[in-house]
């Protein structure tokens, strides 16, 4: 219907009635809204939510009668989406059907927004629709479990897209009908749906083991996954595991030989994540060392190294932690101060007070830098008493000339 012809329709079944009066009202904001440019169609597209059910046929005729201007499209669709009504999501479900640009996106975003009244209508194009994508995209956004039956229509969609939007919306719930699919998607060709699967089994662990699925089993081996981001997804979901098993596994990667770097780093940082003794066992077994003088230590070796303190230094073991970090500190694969100066705050952190007296030898090193996070570490742990062991070893004749100078140093510093 044209939008004249609706004015006319309103006009006469409103006749000497104040509805008619906001008939006029809407046509002059909407009139506005279809000439204007985009800041005028900004602010008057606040307005119209305000008139209420009788807008949304009016804004529907200036939908389907706008091809040639996206932009109103744009704007029509958004608010449309602020009627929680069965005409408004009609015709943006119609939107989804007949086109894939930016004004369907916003469809769908729109969809939802207006959540459970919409869903009856995107299941009818979930498997049908050229705009899969953008239908499984808006269901993805809703928290509602009903939408999980009409996902799992589309798990072996040829789209990787929806694929693997399916396999991230679904581990949200705890529906045991999400198990077979995850485990699917497990041997999907895609490596990222393979990595969405992976990471979901580590969300969903309860859920799996109630179905008597044992996930480090399931996550394990992806940690030779022809992908290494695959490889890196199964280290990280094993870190958010955190139990033993995950743990172990993790470290029979990480001590194999011939392990890409970034995957190294990766399995450091989800033994961080862990957070228990095991953990800090295996990030000390891994610590890179220079077996003698005139051994090379490369770039990787100091990388390795430095992501190693940075997980020890958020270990929740803050005894054992520090522990670790005194022997990667006598252990150094090179003389490079930046690596005393990581290894010096992270003590820092931990806040331990065994860490106090290599604090104390550290202010021995020559370079400033390394004094000065020296000096800052020791004011984290314990100020009070690490000044009056400052004091204390100022007036030692038995402490060594290069020590001595880093606490004159810290007591200027204090």
């Given at each position: 219907m044209k939008l004249c012809q609706l004015w006319n329709q309103f006009g006469e079944n409103s006749s000497g009635n104040p509805l008619q009066?906001?008939?006029?009202?809407?046509?002059?904001?909407?009139?506005?809204?279809?000439?204007?440019?985009?800041?005028?169609?900004?602010?008057?597209?606040?307005?119209?939510?305000?008139?209420?059910?009788?807008?949304?046929?009016?804004?529907?005729?200036?939908?389907?009668?706008?091809?040639?201007?996206?932009?109103?499209?744009?704007?029509?669709?958004r608010i449309l989406g602020q009627f929680n009504h069965t005409d408004a999501v009609m015709a943006l479900a119609q939107l989804l059907q007949e086109t894939d640009d930016d004004v369907?996106?916003?469809?769908?975003?729109?969809?939802?927004?207006?959540?459970?009244?919409?869903?009856?209508?995107?299941?009818?194009?979930?498997?049908?629709?050229?705009?899969?994508v953008l239908v499984v995209s808006?269901?993805?956004?809703?928290?509602?479990?009903?939408?999980?039956?009409?996902?799992?229509?589309?798990v072996a969609d040829v789209e990787v897209s929806v694929r693997l939007k399916v396999m991230e919306t679904l581990s949200r719930f705890h529906d045991p009908q999400i198990i077979p699919t995850l485990l699917q998607?497990?041997?999907?060709?895609?490596?990222?749906?393979?990595?969405?699967?992976?990471?979901?089994?580590?969300?969903?662990?309860?859920?799996?083991?109630?179905?008597?699925?044992?996930?480090?089993?399931?996550?394990?081996?992806?940690?030779?996954?022809?992908?290494?981001?695959?490889?890196?997804?199964a280290a990280l979901a094993?870190?958010?595991?955190?139990?033993?098993?995950?743990?172990?596994?993790?470290?029979?990667?990480?001590?194999?030989?011939?392990?890409?770097?970034?995957?190294?780093?990766?399995?450091?940082?989800?033994?961080?994540?862990?957070?228990?003794?095991?953990?800090?066992?295996v990030l000390q077994k891994l610590w890179p060392r220079a077996n003698s003088s005139l051994q090379v230590v490369d770039d990787e070796d100091q990388t390795l190294a430095e992501a190693i303190v940075k997980a020890l230094a958020l270990n929740r073991q803050a005894d054992r932690s520090t522990q670790a970090l005194i022997y990667c500190l006598h252990h150094q694969p090179t003389s490079d101060p930046a690596l005393k100066k990581t290894i010096a705050s992270a003590l820092g952190q931990l806040a331990d007070l065994q860490a106090i007296p290599e604090l104390l030898q550290l202010l021995g090193t020559p370079d400033r830098g390394v004094r000065l996070h020296a000096i800052a570490a020791l004011k984290q742990i314990a100020p009070d008493y690490a000044y009056s062991k400052l004091q204390v070893l100022a007036e030692d004749p038995n402490v060594e000339q290069d020590v001595r100078d880093g606490i004159a140093i810290a007591l200027q510093e204090w």
């Open positions: 009066t906001i008939v006029s009202e809407l046509r002059s904001v909407l009139t506005e809204l279809e000439n204007g440019d985009f800041q005028s169609r900004w602010e008057t597209a606040k307005q119209i939510p305000e008139f209420g059910q009788p807008a949304i046929a009016f804004l529907v005729d200036l939908l389907y009668n706008n091809a040639d201007d996206p932009e109103l499209q744009w704007f029509v669709v369907a996106e916003m469809a769908a975003q729109m969809l939802a927004q207006i959540g459970p009244q919409s869903v009856d209508a995107l299941a009818v194009l979930i498997e049908s629709s050229p705009s899969r808006a269901l993805s956004q809703m928290q509602d479990a009903v939408i999980v039956p009409l996902l799992l229509k589309v998607g497990l041997a999907d060709l895609s490596a990222k749906v393979r990595q969405a699967a992976i990471a979901g089994i580590s969300y969903r662990a309860d859920l799996f083991q109630e179905h008597h699925h044992d996930p480090v089993a399931l996550i394990q081996p992806f940690l030779n996954d022809l992908n290494v981001q695959v490889c890196q997804a094993l870190g958010r595991l955190g139990t033993n098993a995950a743990t172990q596994a993790l470290c029979t990667t990480a001590s194999a030989k011939n392990v890409p770097i970034p995957l190294k780093l990766t399995i450091v940082q989800a033994l961080g994540q862990i957070s228990n003794d095991q953990s800090v066992q």
